[in-house]
């Protein structure tokens, strides 16, 4: 075998490497394979800890055979922050959260991306397009600008509008769709062959699994190559929960880790949770867990987790059978226990975007219910930062003061 091929998810068929098309005949999705015993020559524990805090350290599991098509902006290796204060009170092992706000597009988004457009730079491409809530088409905008690729985005109406304004300012060409994702998909597939486009959407490219791969490796890593107990993962599209557990797969067959797999925890939107609902209709076992809900937030303004809002992920099987191979579940959360989780964060000096916080909501709501255990190690997701979901205007109810008196006036209201 070269240094990788594609092998598909479901049939096992193995396909030499593309870097457009993954969909096998089957049905399945196709992913990277890697040539592990060329791998295994440069990638071990010690090299790692000489190289540069970027996720591009781990590059001979990257499919990028020459370095000068490596398009960075400074993307992964982001901070896993302890809240040993919250172990306690919630009595847990170790609860942790991956702050990737802090990746160049202030998203996960970056990681994906960077691989994507890179997969493009080797390959030649001049023309790209994704349909996206947002964050994709930003990650996208970005790392198309910097490689000198002409970046198209389609973006349902409903996203954040300081993500959307984010796109035309690195230069994408930028629309609104009157609909959801799978609309904006659709323009793109009617498009595609007159326009020239590279349709870099979810699973229909491998660079962007493989990206957010590095998330999972970064883990095993920081935690001092072992794996935390649970992962709980504001899930959309899915590809994050595909990547980490492929990173997890690939670790063990280098023979780096020799521990079981983390329980993965897809977290979803309430009315938007195909996992969930999936989860109910499976034969396999896995009842996914009910949340009670919060109670209502009043008029505060509630931004939207649009990165969760994918009501078709293009491989539901896929993400089905490792929620359930890995003994993990499904949980659907309401706007307003994405509010309350908001603030908790916040007191911890944490800015999180809406799907962020979800993850915060899932876990207390999996501490109450017996799920999670005094022996678990968790490690939430912070997708993105609130700076990016902030509306205009939402400062209106802070005070604006001249003087120390009208201080004490607005204190004393
Ligand atoms: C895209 C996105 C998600 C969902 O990630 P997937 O890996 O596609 O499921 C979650 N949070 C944010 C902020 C996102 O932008």
């Not at 809240?83 to 009170?89: D, N």
């Not at 498009?191 to 870099?200: A, K």
């Not at 925890?265 to 209709?281: A, F, N, T």
């Not at 908001?342 to 944490?350: A, F, K, R, V, Y």
Request: charged content about 20%; overall charge neutral; glycine content about 10%.
């Amino acid at each position: 075998m070269k240094q990788w091929e594609l092998q598909c998810s479901r049939c096992s068929a193995k396909l030499p490497f593309r870097y457009q098309d993954m969909k096998c005949t089957c049905g399945g999705t196709l992913l990277v394979n890697y040539d592990l015993e060329h791998v295994a020559q440069t990638f071990s524990k010690t090299s790692l800890a000489l190289r540069y805090p970027s996720m591009w350290r781990y590059h001979e599991l990257l499919p990028i055979h020459d370095p000068s098509h490596i398009i960075s902006l400074g993307e992964g290796w982001t901070p896993l922050l302890r809240l040993p204060e919250w172990e306690s009170k919630l009595s847990l092992k170790r609860l942790m959260i991956k702050r990737e706000e802090q990746n160049p597009t202030g998203s996960f988004k970056s990681r994906g991306f960077s691989v994507a457009v890179s997969l493009l730079k080797q390959a030649g491409a001049t023309k790209a397009a994704v349909p996206s809530n947002g964050n994709a088409a930003s990650a996208l905008a970005a790392y198309a600008g910097r490689a000198g690729i002409q970046a198209f985005v389609f973006i349902p109406m409903d996203c954040p509008s300081l993500i959307v304004d984010e796109c035309p300012m690195y230069g994408a060409t930028t629309v609104l769709v009157d609909g959801f994702i799978h609309d904006a998909a659709a323009i793109i597939e009617s498009g595609r062959i007159e326009q020239g486009w590279v349709n870099v959407g979810t699973l229909k490219e491998p660079g962007r699994v493989e990206g957010k791969k590095t998330m999972g490796l970064e883990l095993a890593e920081q935690l001092g190559w072992t794996f935390p107990d649970v992962i709980i993962y504001p899930t959309g599209g899915g590809s994050g929960i595909i990547g980490m557990w492929k990173a997890f797969l690939e670790l063990k067959e280098l023979g780096l880790i020799d521990c079981d797999m983390p329980r993965f925890v897809c977290v979803q939107e309430e009315g938007c949770q195909p996992i969930v609902d999936g989860l109910k209709r499976s034969s396999g076992g896995t009842p996914p867990i009910e949340s009670n809900t919060a109670s209502p937030v009043g008029d505060r303004i509630i931004p939207n987790p649009t990165g969760m809002r994918v009501p078709n992920p293009p491989d539901l099987e896929l993400l089905l059978s490792i929620v359930e191979q890995s003994g993990g579940t499904a949980i659907a959360v309401s706007k307003a226990q994405i509010a309350q989780a908001t603030h908790s964060l916040g007191s911890e000096g944490i800015s999180s975007s809406p799907e962020g916080a979800a993850t915060w909501a899932a876990m207390l709501a999996l501490c109450d219910k017996g799920w999670l255990r005094p022996t678990d190690s968790v490690v939430l997701f912070n997708t993105s930062h609130a700076m990016k979901y902030a509306k205009l205007g939402a400062s209106a109810a802070i005070p604006i003061i001249r003087t120390y008196d009208d201080f004490m006036i607005y204190r004393n209201l």
